[in-house]
């Protein structure tokens, strides 16, 4: 069941010296994975506060939500409001270096991805093997996607095939039904008349005008723009709902960062339900930037041992879609964020480049 979900609040006030407590224990335990004891933090934050200074600082920390103890004779972990905290007040996110860029601009400018699907799929595979978290990515959405061109094919003298290509690769074919027989040639001039009235605007917009032309006085038309608004009705009907790519859904099974193994076959079994991941992909898409869900903030319980790191690619004029990496909570924030955000803006060129080049 769907339900709104708050942003978890780290408003208390936390001073210098127990902000750097915390953070020791988040970054230690992203980085082993294991509950952080007071004695091996004295060591290793050289700040020169004994054990027992740290305990009573951990202990300030649980009683404000920030830390969790799994036993008594352990030592603690951080909470999800911990990690939101880290994330809005610490983090700097990490440089990428040279190298990792040109990897990840070189696999989404490869030869032979003509079309946006061979785009998104190849990009969802290298941002999974990059984090070794399970990525997605979400098509753009039919109707925000520009027309570069609409042909009519002549299957018989009931049905017509209708191959739609949009400016960003996207290639749509559908068969629609006629109770005319109309010839080849007159479907070639029908499919020059669309492109000419309409190249270059939206598949919505366009759909929105030929049903306006509609309610107009038929009479008006002679038989050409009679059949191009018959014929055009049909081919921008807009249903196809857009794909869903996931890579890396192993790298949940297998990680030993997740404390909860059911949590991680729960969320194997959301996966194939492919409303519910564009769901998940699709909240907030307007959104600018980075997106971070942290554990409970996220709406699907399976996900609730997790952090959704997502962002929109784009092309010159309309948000596309998503695309995002789904891990345990102990991620590492600082190396994670920067290769989204940098994956989704060298999508977003790419696309564009792409689309300009269609002109």
Do not use: W
């Not at 951990?58 to 409001?81: C, E, N, V, Y």
């Not at 074919?173 to 109770?179: D, G, Q, S, V, W």
């Not at 050409?224 to 921008?236: H, I, S, Y």
């Amino acid at each position: 069941m769907s339900k709104t979900v708050q942003r978890l609040e780290t408003k208390e006030s936390i001073d210098e010296r127990t902000q750097r407590v915390l953070r020791g224990i988040i970054e230690g335990y992203i980085t082993s994975n294991e509950p952080v004891g007071s004695r091996s933090l004295s060591k290793t934050l050289e700040m020169g506060l004994s054990p027992a200074t740290i305990r009573n600082i951990m202990s300030d920390l649980s009683d404000m939500g920030f830390l969790m103890q799994l036993h008594t004779s352990a030592g603690r972990i951080p909470t999800d409001k911990a990690y939101r905290f880290y994330v809005d007040q610490v983090v700097v996110a990490n440089q990428l270096t040279r190298k990792l860029q040109k990897r990840i601009q070189e696999a989404t400018q490869e030869g032979g991805m003509n079309q946006v699907e061979d785009l998104l799929i190849s990009t969802t595979r290298l941002l999974a093997g990059l984090t070794q978290f399970v990525c997605l990515t979400s098509s753009p959405r039919v109707e925000t996607s520009i027309l570069r061109r609409i042909e009519f094919i002549r299957l018989s003298s009931q049905q017509i095939l209708v191959v739609l290509v949009t400016r960003n690769g996207q290639v749509r074919n559908k068969i629609i039904a006629t109770t005319e027989d109309l010839s080849q040639d007159f479907l070639n001039t029908v499919s020059s008349f669309l492109n000419e009235q309409f190249h270059n605007r939206s598949l919505h917009a366009i759909r929105q005008q030929i049903l306006e032309s509609m309610v107009e006085d038929k009479e008006r038309y002679d038989r050409l723009l009679a059949q191009a608004v018959r014929l055009g009705k049909k081919a921008f009907e807009l249903e196809d709902a857009p794909e869903v790519y996931i890579e890396g859904q192993h790298n949940l099974i297998f990680s030993e960062r997740f404390r909860n193994l059911n949590s991680a076959r729960g969320l194997m079994d959301a996966f194939e339900h492919k409303s519910m991941i564009m769901n998940l992909l699709d909240s907030t898409v307007e959104a600018d930037g980075i997106q971070i869900f942290i554990g409970i903030e996220n709406e699907l319980e399976s996900l609730q041992d997790c952090t959704m790191v997502k962002a929109q690619y784009s092309d010159q004029n309309n948000v596309l879609g998503t695309i995002g990496v789904i891990g345990p909570t102990n991620m590492d924030y600082q190396t994670v964020i920067p290769v989204v955000d940098f994956t989704a803006r060298i999508l977003s060129q790419t696309i564009t480049q792409q689309s300009s080049s269609c002109d």
